[in-house]
């Protein structure tokens, strides 16, 4: 099979040893699209950490699941699985409900469409019609706050990463203590720190 996938040029090698080749990146769309976020987010990232000594990641959209592309903070957090190439359930989570509230509705009703919605805590959304309700206000307040509904103990806040023809093509997010994302004082501390970010990353998106 490694010799099958060199043939094919998915795999490199010296004879001895196998790595991947760049092909790889075909197989899939949404890690293409998004191969350059970690270089251009990373410096952003990095700052907000130093900033606020908070975890950030950047995430995209793959199926019905969000993929960690860039993180930066404290290493305590890795235990809630925030690491590199991680894989969270879309519908349970802040970057999720706001990569899903940047299709159309159109597109929404198709991804929502038959689709089972695992419970992973007592506090997960799992039902298709409430779900829709929480991305519309997501889709209306350009963020998202998401507590407890993927793992318990984790809370997390996420905005949009928009390029400069205005597409959504990542989301960006804090996971936080739950006292730091109560309002007033999410939207007067944290969240500008998160929409700044997001700004000054679009030309380079």
């Given amino acids: 099979p490694l010799l099958t996938l060199a043939h094919l040029g998915y795999l490199e090698t010296d004879g001895s040893w196998f790595w991947l080749s760049p092909k790889v990146l075909r197989f899939s769309g949404s890690y293409l699209a998004s191969a350059r976020l970690p270089r251009a987010v990373q ?18 959209l793959d199926g019905d699941q969000v993929v960690i592309v860039a993180r930066s903070g404290p290493t ?12 969270l359930p879309a519908h349970a989570t802040s970057t999720g409900r706001v990569l899903l509230a940047a299709k159309p509705k159109g597109e929404l009703s198709g991804w929502l469409k038959g689709r089972t919605l695992p419970r992973l805590t007592a506090h997960t959304v799992v039902e298709p019609r409430r779900l829709r309700e929480v991305v ?8 998202c706050v998401a507590s407890e509904e993927h793992e318990l103990g984790v809370h997390a806040a996420a905005v949009p990463l928009r390029n400069l023809q205005g597409q959504v093509v990542a989301a960006l997010n804090v996971v936080t203590g739950p006292q730091r994302l109560r309002s007033p004082g999410f939207e007067r501390d944290l969240l500008p ?11 380079l998106l």
Wanted: net charge positive; charged share 25%; hydrophobic share 45%.
């Fill in 43 to 60: 410096p952003a990232l990095d700052r907000l950490a130093i900033r606020t000594g908070e975890a950030f990641s950047v995430v995209v």
């Fill in 136 to 143: 519309q206000q997501v889709r209306q307040q350009d963020w």
């Fill in 193 to 203: 720190l998160l929409q700044d970010a997001a700004r000054e990353a679009r030309p």
């Fill in 76 to 87: 305590r957090l890795l235990a809630y699985g925030l690491h590199l190439g991680a894989r």
